[in-house]
């Protein structure tokens, strides 16, 4: 029977489901209404779904909330954070330290919902993986934790291919479930992800679907009228519908629908309404993003039969109800994976082997014993293609680096060619080689959720088209996840496909990002040392940013090791005696150019210093006294060099220094015509340092 059907008398509202039920919806108003801050409506509505799916699904043990098997939860509408909460909460899911290790307190005790959206609370406006523990992903903009899902239910698949063994098929089978809303129907980021999923027949990937018909400008019938169920159907989904959110039965129906479903992903999609029970409020927009007000919590805790001035109320028997469902199923589930992966490590300890370092985000024993070293080469190779040897030397001793490209793998070069690797489908789901197609914003935010599921992914494309993910790289660096992207054709270098192609702003752009490192190398054996440090990331998505044209492998017998590049940058070559008059910073291809600028300084009698600098933020965490051995502050005549944008150059280059840079777009031409154009010259490097010097002779 349904929950919205039955009056406030009946005796079914003395069920412990419905007490349950109500105990979600009432703490997520009473968390709302005390922050005078968030979104109650949603977590009403969709209080009995959540409920049904824990409590009768969901593989999940609140005291292991990192069990490498269970099932995962994601709230891609993260405006509804309180029904999270509320479930962590009412579960008493344990608290997981920065290593993995399960801690006595639980997560979300009631004290962090009544501080709800308050400075340092566990319970932040949006839920936060890594701040709240049983939170599985961070969810906020819209879309992204569908999106997200489509990852993780990928790993989970290339995990049971690898690592399932007869006897053993159930070591990784977990679900993912997403509950989404209208807003993550509309953004695009989730139809190409439905399309993938779809496409790979992801049979273990469920989306639910809160058709409310509300978002906060109003009804849906301003602007979103499509069939969604016809869409999902065209993408190759199972979907099914329940009608009424308060119908336990119908919702259990659906999942065990899901269940069935062996051979493609299932949408849900559940009416509900927004707000239920808000005698004002609910069905409205006012529901969506504002605290109901005290006389309309009132009034629906009286229309669930609440007792009306009770806050943060939790019924006797709610918590040892929770117990005995999902905590009692749960421990059970994960105590027999455990006693398992025991049994497992002896028939196959090397697979065994390889789990543990993967889900500790460790690498293999000597996983960089096959990385190439570059002899010096005056015509040299593009980066992306050193990148590719590097890569494919990594990836023979990882076995667990996986990744592909948004359609560009043959020009970014991030193919895994070693026969064993294969391409991963909806017939092989060992490959190691992903075909996401030209979907750059999914690619992005299925990255993250394989990372969540800790293998190593990697993804390609153009770097111009950063643009397009830049939602889904947020979210890497927000959760501190240590996904690897790879960007070639990195400027106007380029030359030809014109401006559409060539980045100019993106570098910048990148190194606005907290916590992402950007690493532009200058030669193959930069690119290796790249590799190097990147690989070793634990907590750091880094973007790569490649050549698409040859440049010169340096010389580095007579000048500096590439090792340097671990510290973001590094003297490549020197003035007499350590005693610059003048510093020319480059990255990337224009490194070369600044050492042929360099040699004919110093031919002619300039003191002049060269500083590779490949990554930023590498540099900005190197201790004050490198820093200044690199860029002493009182050569003050500085030249970087960088076919990008100037912004943020001045950083390194003083207010008085100069940036040899480009402050329009490019143009499509051969880059021969480019650099011309543009100013890519050792005789203008040469010109701007002669300056430079002078300026400052000039001043002192
Ligand atoms: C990418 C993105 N754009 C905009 C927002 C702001 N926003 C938060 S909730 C919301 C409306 C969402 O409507 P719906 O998904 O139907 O959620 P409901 O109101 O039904 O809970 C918007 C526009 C956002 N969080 N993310
Ligand atoms: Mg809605």
Redesign the pocket.
């Known amino acids: 029977m349904s929950i919205a059907t039955v009056s406030p008398s009946s005796p079914l509202l003395q069920t412990m489901d419905l007490t349950c039920v109500n105990t979600i919806r009432t703490l997520s108003m009473d968390g709302v209404q005390a922050a005078n801050s968030g979104?109650p409506?949603?977590p009403m509505a969709l209080a009995p779904v959540a409920y049904c799916l824990w409590q009768q699904f969901l593989r999940f043990d609140p005291q292991d909330p990192v069990w490498p098997n269970r099932d995962r939860f994601v709230l891609s509408?993260g405006?509804?954070s309180m029904l999270l909460y509320s479930l962590l909460h009412l579960t008493e899911v344990r608290a997981v330290s920065k290593d993995y290790e399960t801690l006595g307190e639980v997560s979300v005790p009631l004290d962090a919902i009544k501080a709800f959206r308050q400075l340092d609370s566990r319970c932040p406006g949006h839920p936060e993986y890594r701040w709240t523990s049983g939170v599985e992903t961070t969810t906020?903009?819209?879309?992204q934790g569908v999106a997200t899902s489509v990852g993780i239910a990928i790993a989970r698949q290339w995990l049971a291919a690898r690592y399932n063994r007869p006897g053993f098929e159930d070591l990784f089978d977990f679900n993912v479930y997403a509950l989404c809303?209208?807003?993550?129907m509309m953004?695009g980021i989730s139809s190409e992800a439905a399309s993938l999923a779809g496409h790979l027949r992801l049979s273990n990937l469920c989306w639910i679907y809160?058709n409310?018909h509300?978002?906060?400008e109003g009804n849906t019938s301003l602007t979103f009228t499509e069939d969604v169920a016809t869409r999902f159907i065209g993408y190759g989904w199972n979907v099914t519908r329940v009608g009424d959110a308060n119908d336990l039965d119908m919702l259990a129906r659906a999942f065990r629908t899901f269940h069935n479903t062996k051979d493609r992903p299932t949408l849900i999609i559940v009416d509900s309404h927004?707000g239920y029970g808000a005698p004002h409020k609910q069905d409205t927009s006012g529901a969506?993003g504002e605290p109901l007000g005290e006389d309309e919590v009132r009034l629906a805790k009286r229309n669930y039969g609440w007792p009306e001035d009770k806050k943060f109320f939790v019924p006797e028997g709610v918590y040892d109800h929770f117990r005995q469902g999902i905590g009692k199923r749960g421990k059970q589930l994960r105590d027999a994976w455990f006693a398992r992966i025991g049994e497992y490590r002896k028939q196959y300890p090397e697979l065994a082997e390889e789990l543990f370092r993967m889900q500790h985000r460790q690498l293999p024993e000597g996983w960089d014993r096959e990385l190439p070293e570059f002899p010096a080469d005056p015509k040299g190779l593009a980066t992306r293609e050193s990148s590719a040897k590097v890569l494919n030397a990594a990836a023979k001793n990882i076995p667990w680096l996986i990744g592909g490209s948004a359609d560009l793998a043959p020009s970014t070069k991030t193919r895994i060619t070693q026969e064993s690797a294969g391409d991963f489908s909806a017939e092989n789901h060992a490959g190691r080689n992903f075909h996401f197609g030209i979907r750059e914003h999914a690619m992005g935010a299925i990255l993250n959720g394989l990372s969540l599921v800790k293998v190593r992914p990697f993804g390609s494309g153009f770097f111009i088209f950063v643009d397009y993910m830049r939602g889904s790289m947020r979210l890497s660096a927000l959760m501190e996840l240590p996904v690897i992207y790879v960007f070639t054709h990195d400027s106007i270098g380029v030359g030809e496909d014109g401006p559409t192609h060539q980045p100019i702003e993106q570098l910048a752009h990148m190194r606005s990002m907290p916590g992402l490192i950007v690493i532009r190398p200058a030669d193959a054996n930069e690119v290796r040392e790249a590799w190097k440090v990147i690989l070793q990331l634990h907590h750091q998505p880094a973007v790569l940013v490649l050549t698409r044209q040859a440049v010169p492998t340096i010389d580095r017998r007579k000048y500096a090791p590439a090792s340097g590049l671990a510290r973001g940058a590094y003297i490549l070559a020197d003035a007499p005696g350590g005693n610059p008059e003048v510093i020319l910073i480059a990255t990337g291809s224009e490194v070369a150019l600044c050492l042929e600028a360099y040699e004919q300084l110093s031919k002619e009698g300039v003191r002049a210093r060269l500083v590779s600098m490949p990554s930023w933020e590498l540099f900005d965490d190197q201790d004050r006294n490198y820093r200044e051995s690199v860029l002493p502050p009182h050569v003050k005549a500085r030249v970087s060099v960088e076919e990008a944008s100037d912004f943020g150059w001045s950083k390194y280059t003083g207010s008085e220094g100069h940036n040899v840079c480009i402050e329009s777009f490019g143009a499509s031409a051969p880059l021969k015509q480019l650099l011309k154009k543009f100013g890519f010259s050792a005789e203008r490097i040469m010109a701007a340092a002669k300056s430079q010097i002078a300026q400052q002779r000039a001043q002192s």
């Open positions: 979104h409506g949603t509408i405006h509804a906020g903009p819209l879309g809303g209208d807003g993550c953004e809160d409310n509300i978002t906060i927004i969506h």
